[in-house]
């Protein structure tokens, strides 16, 4: 029998405000276990939560990229369980009334298709704190600075259809959170985390199947590989009779294996209600539009002016436009040179190897946009051809120095181009007349041969001269 | 000391140069110590003296407030710093707060002298102080009696002469009920007019501070120093009633015209002692004020509805009591669920676990819509009748209670009997309401209180109508033992 | 047991809230609550058909907050109060994933 996955995720993305959600705590990641916990983070008694407006607006912000219904009220909601890492033993989400309700986003699949994958709602909630299990023998210690950071949760419909394509959804949604400025996107400091629903049905039919939840999965390629693992998993059961359980699973990378997960409340039952400490939400649609207008320029918007306006071919526009530091740099390379083909080249080609080799993101780029940009300046005035040009870029790509001039490299390394007629015509005319054979085949119409002397004048200049100019004073010499 | 003194009084002797901070304090600690009631959890005596000593010198420089130098007593339900806070539970046996509350602040920034934290029911959950675990407070007036609750300390205090005034929350009726059986004059203001910030919550949506005082007086300039905006409370009101800070300067003014006060029938229903409201109502009409019977017919379903909405939220804002971060944790825990368990059961008493498991019952899945939604629609009814009434009448009278103080023992054993006691000051704590207990007479010489309920954010009508009853009547200012309290520092 | 009443199932609830109750305790528990359950079952009788919850007296809107930092750190101060830490950690028994 043949299967088809059906697959939700649900993304929490961290939202990089300053303070807490609920209190004016840092986020700052990386502080010494409880140093940045206040009062309200404890849940010591007699404190309050107060609603940080940057999260409502980064929630608005999210809302809008994806084309959502903004509730203009929406209700925080507590959500009871006892587990350590939660000092109330509330924490507060948005349950009934989230602020953002139903959007899509366009998947871009590797076939060079797309898909609309339904998301079904997003609301604000506190992240909880962390647990050490291996610091104190018997123990476990608990530490609170996490708890209260804002979170944005991105609830898909089950839309997605195989772990590549949930893996994709996540790196897309990664995309646009930080093209929105609204996180760091940071996955090693777990500022994007996310929790898969999975389940398989026999090709062809349409109602479900019983899913499981994989709790906590927080990089690109754990994704893909948790759930592969528990589709191949759940066929595995239902191919040998058995059945599968609604559960909570947790992805032990080290392992290679997605099992069962003890659960945090035996019941679950979370006796949500509305917390009567936070009255409810409301924003102003005047709150909506001002966060519209401010808006930045998302992918497919800048996808098409790539297209449209610079004459970009489709595949380069996207591959420039999915990452916002790409697309910075891109149009930083474009702002000094002027040139967006030749720029997307170079992104695309020599500046993408390089970096892919050296496992740099591009923002670090040891090449910076303003030199590449120079450097493409060179090749459109002739001052450099395509093989100076390399040069040139490997040098640069050595130095790592940002203050490096170009045109002072190019003086330094001799990579001008010999442009002046009069050098350049002594060269040809030595290399005619070391050569008298192939200008008497050339001189018989035989153009074939014209290839082999301008080779011979570049090997003589050393690669600098300009072949246009070889060729025409060839022409001109017969 | 000779007498018990208002709070104006010790205000003007003090600014007078009569007595000393210093001196009103000891001679309030001496009274503390040899107190019967068991009012207070705490005697913060260093704190007091040190307090006195910095209100002393910001008299000598002219630079203080009317209340500074005054002493007073925090329920034991606000966070003090330095000194343990326990609301009343063996839970928080040993809780000393990094913070204080923001009422607290308020009152150390006007310079009071805190001389330490009263009795309560555990959580503030009680109308009679017998759920403490401090033990029971009894009534100044007989001791046999309770003070009421939650806030029988506060109340017992007062009525005592201990401290002129003391702090008090009120939830579904903690400030008025116990200020009735005790005699003296309490006050809950609109939800919102005073931070919830560092005060111990009970129920969120109902819990709000209040002074407990001899008179109207007092309590008006109490509230103009309790009251204020608070951006780490985002139920904090921010209002702008440039009454207050008169009221505190010049004493309430006498009312500009009579008012038509509303007698809302319900509350009237079953009294058994008639006879005492009724002379309000009569003095009242002769100082030409209109009474008219009005309607509030949701009135009988105020109770249920406060216990579904006071234990949803109190299951919940009682979780933090989990043993790890603060307050009592048990002996050698073996697991997590260990530590949560016994820790818990150990630190609250049987109230407060009757009051969770209520509220975890009406939370769950499957009877969320039947209790939790269906209470707060008949909220609204319970709030529209208010606003219906309003529209027609200044304020409104009635009891504040149904009895006078019982004795001690009588209704522990029956959590259904001990809750009609907030049958008249549960359905303003549902709708937010300001309202005011004052003293209006005896019933076999235990005081009954009468209740003034005004539109929300109208302390003022309150504290006018009340001051203004207590210019024509006496009842406030008796005491047990045939004591009186003095409006004036030399007698 | 009461009649018409659903039975109250106090292990359940006295889970949910993490409280113990011993056997006798439990009856006691359980009988009260029977009680408050009825006493609070008066107030099906009123129609709230179209009537809009209010969760909160301000029947209003929430204020916000600016997204400043204005706490500084007190782990010292915080921990004075605590029953178990060590190196900054809160510690429980050890807790099993």
């Given at each position: 029998?043949?299967?088809?996955?059906?697959?939700?995720?649900?993304?929490?993305?961290?939202?990089?405000?300053?303070?807490?959600?609920?209190?004016?705590?840092?986020?700052a990641?990386?502080?010494?276990?409880?140093?940045?916990?206040c009062?309200?983070?404890?849940?010591?008694?007699?404190?309050?939560?107060?609603?940080?407006?940057?999260?409502?607006?980064?929630?608005?912000?999210?809302?809008?990229?994806?084309?959502?219904?903004?509730?203009?009220?929406?209700?925080?909601?507590?959500?009871?369980?006892?587990?350590?890492?939660?000092?109330?033993?509330?924490?507060?989400?948005?349950?009934?009334?989230?602020?953002?309700?139903?959007?899509?986003?366009?998947?871009?699949?590797?076939?060079?298709?797309?898909?609309?994958?339904?998301?079904?709602?997003?609301?604000?909630?506190?992240?909880a704190?962390?647990?050490?299990?291996?610091?104190?023998?018997?123990?476990?210690?608990?530490?609170?600075?996490?708890?209260?950071?804002?979170?944005?949760?991105?609830?898909?419909?089950?839309d997605?259809?195989?772990a590549?394509?949930?893996?994709?959804?996540?790196?897309?949604?990664?995309s646009?959170?930080?093209?929105?400025?609204?996180?760091?996107?940071?996955?090693?400091?777990?500022?994007m985390?996310?929790?898969?629903?999975?389940?398989v049905?026999?090709?062809?039919q349409e109602?479900?199947?019983?899913?499981?939840?994989?709790?906590?999965?927080?990089?690109?390629?754990?994704?893909?590989?948790?759930?592969?693992?528990?589709?191949?998993?759940?066929?595995?059961?239902?191919?040998t009779g058995?059945?599968?359980?609604?559960?909570?699973?947790?992805?032990?990378?080290?392992?290679?294996?997605?099992?069962?997960?003890?659960?945090?409340?035996?019941?679950?039952?979370?006796?949500?209600?509305?917390?009567?400490?936070?009255?409810?939400?409301?924003?102003?649609?005047?709150?909506?539009?001002?966060?519209?207008?401010?808006?930045?320029?998302?992918?497919?918007?800048?996808?098409?002016?790539?297209?449209?306006a610079?004459?970009?071919?489709?595949?380069?526009a996207?591959?420039?436009?999915?990452?916002?530091?790409?697309?910075?740099?891109?149009?930083?390379?474009?702002?000094?040179?002027?040139?967006?083909?030749?720029?997307?080249?170079?992104?695309?080609?020599?500046?993408?190897?390089?970096?892919?080799?050296?496992?740099?993101?591009?923002?670090?780029?040891?090449?910076?946009?303003?030199?590449?940009?120079?450097?493409?300046?060179?090749?459109?005035?002739?001052?450099?051809?395509?093989?100076?040009?390399?040069?040139?870029?490997?040098?640069?790509?050595?130095?790592?120095?940002?203050?490096?001039?170009?045109?002072?490299?190019?003086?330094?390394?001799?990579?001008?181009?010999?442009?002046?007629?009069?050098?350049?015509?002594?060269?040809?005319?030595?290399?005619?007349?070391?050569?008298?054979?192939?200008?008497?085949?050339?001189?018989?119409?035989?153009?074939?041969?014209?290839?082999?002397?301008?080779?011979?004048?570049?090997?003589?200049?050393?690669?600098?001269?300009?072949?246009?100019?070889?060729?025409?004073?060839?022409?001109k010499?017969? | 000391?000779?007498?018990?003194?208002?709070?104006?009084?010790?205000?003007?002797?003090?600014?007078?140069?009569?007595?000393?901070?210093?001196?009103?304090?000891?001679?309030?600690?001496?009274?503390?110590?040899?107190?019967?009631?068991?009012?207070?959890?705490?005697?913060?005596?260093?704190?007091?003296?040190?307090?006195?000593?910095?209100?002393?010198?910001?008299?000598?420089?002219?630079?203080?407030?009317?209340?500074?130098?005054?002493?007073?007593?925090?329920?034991?339900?606000?966070?003090?710093?330095?000194?343990?806070?326990?609301?009343?539970?063996?839970?928080l046996?040993?809780?000393v707060?990094?913070?204080?509350?923001?009422?607290?602040?308020?009152?150390n920034?006007?310079?009071m002298?805190?001389?330490?934290?009263?009795?309560?029911?555990?959580?503030?959950?009680?109308?009679?102080?017998?759920?403490?675990?401090?033990?029971?407070?009894?009534?100044?007036?007989?001791?046999?009696?309770?003070?009421?609750?939650?806030?029988?300390?506060?109340?017992?205090?007062?009525?005592?002469?201990?401290?002129?005034?003391?702090?008090?929350?009120?939830?579904?009726?903690?400030?008025?009920?116990?200020?009735?059986?005790?005699?003296?004059?309490?006050?809950?203001?609109?939800?919102?007019?005073?931070?919830?910030?560092?005060?111990?919550?009970?129920?969120?949506?109902?819990?709000?501070?209040?002074?407990?005082?001899?008179?109207?007086?007092?309590?008006?300039?109490?509230?103009?120093?309790?009251?204020?905006?608070?951006?780490?409370?985002?139920?904090?009101?921010?209002?702008?009633?440039?009454?207050?800070?008169?009221?505190?300067?010049?004493?309430?003014?006498?009312?500009?015209?009579p008012?038509?006060?509303?007698?809302?029938?319900?509350y009237?229903?079953?009294?058994?002692?008639?006879?005492?409201?009724?002379?309000?109502?009569?003095?009242?009409?002769?100082?030409?004020?209109?009474?008219?019977?009005?309607?509030?017919?949701?009135?009988?379903?105020a109770?249920?509805?406060?216990?579904?909405?006071?234990?949803?939220?109190?299951?919940?804002?009682?979780?933090?009591?989990?043993?790890?971060?603060?307050g009592?944790?048990?002996?050698?825990p073996?697991?997590?669920?260990?530590?949560?368990?016994?820790?818990?059961?150990?630190?609250?008493?049987?109230?407060?676990?009757?009051?969770?498991?209520?509220?975890?019952?009406?939370?769950?899945?499957?009877?969320?819509?039947?209790?939790?939604?269906?209470?707060?629609?008949?909220?609204?009814l319970?709030?529209?009748?208010?606003?219906?009434?309003?529209?027609?009448?200044?304020?409104?009278?009635?009891?504040?209670?149904?009895?006078?103080a019982?004795?001690?023992?009588?209704?522990?054993?029956?959590?259904?009997?001990?809750?009609?006691?907030?049958?008249?000051?549960?359905?303003?704590?549902?709708?937010?309401?300001?309202?005011?207990?004052?003293?209006?007479?005896?019933?076999?010489?235990?005081?009954?209180?009468?209740?003034?309920?005004?539109?929300?954010?109208?302390?003022?009508?309150?504290?006018?109508?009340?001051?203004?009853?207590?210019?024509?009547?006496?009842?406030?200012?008796?005491?047990?033992?045939?004591?009186?309290?003095?409006?004036?520092?030399?007698? | 047991?009461?009649?018409?009443?659903?039975?109250?199932?106090?292990?359940?609830?006295?889970?949910?809230?993490?409280?113990?109750?011993?056997?006798?305790?439990?009856?006691?528990a359980?009988?009260?609550?029977?009680?408050?359950?009825?006493?609070?079952?008066?107030?099906?009788?009123?129609?709230?058909?179209?009537?809009?919850?209010?969760?909160?007296?301000?029947?209003?809107?929430?204020?916000?907050?600016?997204?400043?930092?204005?706490?500084?750190e007190?782990?010292?101060?915080?921990?004075?109060?605590?029953?178990?830490?060590?190196?900054?950690?809160?510690?429980?028994?050890?807790?099993?994933?």
């Open positions: 029998m043949s299967w088809e996955a059906v697959i939700g995720l649900e993304i929490h993305v961290q939202l990089a405000t300053q303070s807490k959600i609920f209190s004016g705590a840092a986020t990641y990386g502080a010494e276990p409880n140093a940045q916990a009062a309200v983070d404890l849940g010591l008694p007699g404190v309050l939560p107060v609603l940080n407006e940057a999260a409502v607006e980064m929630a608005v912000k999210f809302g809008l990229a994806i084309g959502a219904e903004i509730n203009l009220h929406s209700i925080f909601d507590r959500k009871n369980y006892f587990y350590p890492d939660l000092p109330k033993g509330y924490q507060i989400s948005q349950f009934a009334t989230p602020i953002v309700g139903k959007g899509e986003i366009k998947l871009d699949l590797t076939d060079g298709g797309q898909r609309i994958i339904g998301i079904t709602r997003a609301h604000l909630e506190e992240d704190g962390k647990s050490v299990h291996d610091l104190f023998p018997g123990q476990t210690g608990i530490d609170l600075n996490r708890t209260g950071t804002p979170l944005l949760e991105v609830v898909s419909e089950p997605l259809r195989s590549s394509e949930a893996a994709e959804y996540f790196r897309q949604m990664h646009l959170v930080k093209y929105l400025g609204i996180c760091d996107g940071n996955l090693a400091e777990g500022s985390r996310c929790d898969a629903n999975v389940s049905r026999p090709q062809g109602a479900f199947g019983e899913r499981t939840e994989i709790k906590n999965i927080n990089s690109f390629r754990f994704v893909e590989r948790a759930i592969e693992l528990e589709i191949e998993r759940q066929i595995d059961v239902l191919e058995g059945t599968i359980h609604r559960e909570t699973r947790l992805f032990d990378a080290d392992a290679d294996e997605t099992r069962t997960m003890r659960s945090k409340e035996l019941s679950e039952d979370y006796r949500y209600f509305p917390d009567p400490d936070l009255l409810p939400l409301e924003i102003t649609a005047a709150f909506v539009q001002a966060v519209r207008d401010n808006l930045p320029e998302l992918p497919d918007a800048r996808c098409q002016r790539y297209q449209q610079m004459g970009l071919s489709a595949y380069d996207a591959s420039l436009s999915n990452d916002l530091d790409r697309a910075e740099f891109f149009e930083a390379v474009v702002g000094v040179c002027g040139n967006p083909k030749l720029s997307a080249n170079w992104l695309n080609g020599e500046l993408s190897a390089h970096l892919n080799n050296a496992d740099v993101e591009i923002a670090a780029s040891p090449v910076s946009a303003e030199q590449l940009g120079q450097l493409i300046q060179r090749i459109d005035d002739d001052t450099l051809s395509s093989k100076t040009a390399k040069q040139l870029f490997k040098a640069l790509w050595a130095q790592a120095n940002a203050e490096s001039n170009v045109d002072a490299l190019i003086e330094q390394l001799g990579l001008k181009q010999m442009n002046d007629d009069g050098e350049l015509s002594a060269v040809v005319s030595g290399v005619l007349e070391a050569n008298p054979d192939q200008v008497a085949e050339l001189r018989s119409g035989k153009d074939k041969v014209l290839g082999f002397l301008v080779g011979q004048v570049m090997k003589a200049t050393g690669g600098k001269a300009n072949p246009k100019q070889v060729n025409e004073l060839i022409r010499s017969l | 000391m000779p007498g018990i003194k208002t709070l104006r009084a010790m205000s003007s002797a003090l600014k007078n140069r009569e007595i000393s901070s210093t001196e009103l304090t000891q001679e309030h600690l001496a009274k503390i110590a040899a107190d019967k009631t068991n009012s207070f959890v705490t005697v913060a005596k260093d704190n007091a003296l040190e307090q006195a000593k910095q209100a002393q010198q910001r008299r000598e420089q002219e630079s203080s407030h009317p209340l500074t130098g005054v002493p007073l007593a925090h329920k034991d339900i606000f966070c003090t710093q330095g000194i343990t806070t326990t609301c009343g539970s063996r839970m046996e040993n809780f707060a990094p913070y204080d509350a923001h009422v607290v602040a308020l009152l920034q006007a310079g002298v805190t001389l330490g934290k009263t009795n309560m029911d555990e959580f503030a959950m009680g109308s009679s102080n017998e759920s403490s675990h401090f033990g029971p407070v009894s009534n100044p007036w007989n001791l046999d009696k309770v003070p009421g609750g939650s806030s029988g300390g506060s109340a017992a205090a007062v009525a005592a002469g201990l401290v002129a005034c003391a702090t008090g929350t009120d939830t579904g009726g903690s400030i008025r009920q116990p200020a009735a059986l005790c005699g003296i004059t309490g006050l809950k203001p609109t939800y919102g007019r005073i931070s919830r910030y560092g005060m111990i919550a009970f129920a969120s949506s109902l819990d709000q501070a209040g002074p407990m005082t001899c008179d109207a007086e007092d309590a008006a300039l109490m509230l103009s120093a309790m009251a204020g905006f608070d951006s780490k409370d985002s139920t904090s009101a921010q209002r702008q009633d440039a009454w207050l800070a008169d009221f505190a300067e010049q004493g309430i003014p006498d009312l500009d015209r008012l038509k006060i509303g007698l809302p029938q319900e009237y229903a079953d009294l058994s002692n008639g006879s005492i409201i009724e002379a309000v109502q009569n003095t009242l009409a002769q100082q030409g004020h209109e009474l008219v019977d009005v309607s509030l017919p949701h009135t009988q379903a109770i249920p509805v406060y216990y579904v909405i006071a234990g949803a939220e109190a299951s919940t804002n009682l979780s933090r009591y989990d043993g790890v971060r603060f009592h944790r048990c002996e050698n073996q697991s997590l669920e260990d530590l949560y368990k016994r820790s818990r059961s150990e630190g609250f008493g049987d109230e407060v676990k009757r009051r969770i498991l209520t509220g975890t019952y009406t939370l769950s899945v499957g009877y969320f819509d039947a209790y939790y939604i269906k209470a707060q629609q008949i909220r609204r319970i709030s529209e009748d208010f606003s219906n009434v309003f529209a027609d009448v200044d304020v409104l009278l009635t009891p504040t209670s149904p009895t006078p019982f004795s001690k023992g009588q209704l522990s054993d029956d959590p259904i009997a001990m809750y009609q006691q907030d049958l008249y000051t549960v359905p303003t704590s549902l709708a937010g309401l300001p309202a005011l207990s004052m003293p209006c007479g005896f019933v076999d010489g235990l005081p009954v209180g009468a209740q003034l309920i005004a539109p929300a954010f109208r302390e003022d009508v309150l504290l006018g109508l009340a001051a203004q009853y207590q210019k024509h009547s006496d009842w406030h200012l008796q005491r047990p033992n045939g004591s009186r309290v003095s409006k004036e520092w030399a007698t | 047991m009461s009649e018409a009443k659903p039975t109250i199932d106090l292990a359940h609830l006295a889970n949910l809230a993490r409280l113990n109750f011993d056997p006798n305790s439990s009856e006691s359980r009988a009260d609550l029977e009680k408050i359950i009825a006493m609070i079952d008066a107030m099906q009788a009123v129609n709230t058909e179209d009537v809009a919850p209010l969760s909160h007296p301000l029947d209003g809107a929430q204020r916000l907050r600016q997204d400043l930092v204005t706490e500084t007190q782990r010292d101060n915080f921990q004075s109060t605590a029953p178990s830490t060590s190196e900054g950690y809160y510690l429980v028994p050890r807790v099993v994933d």
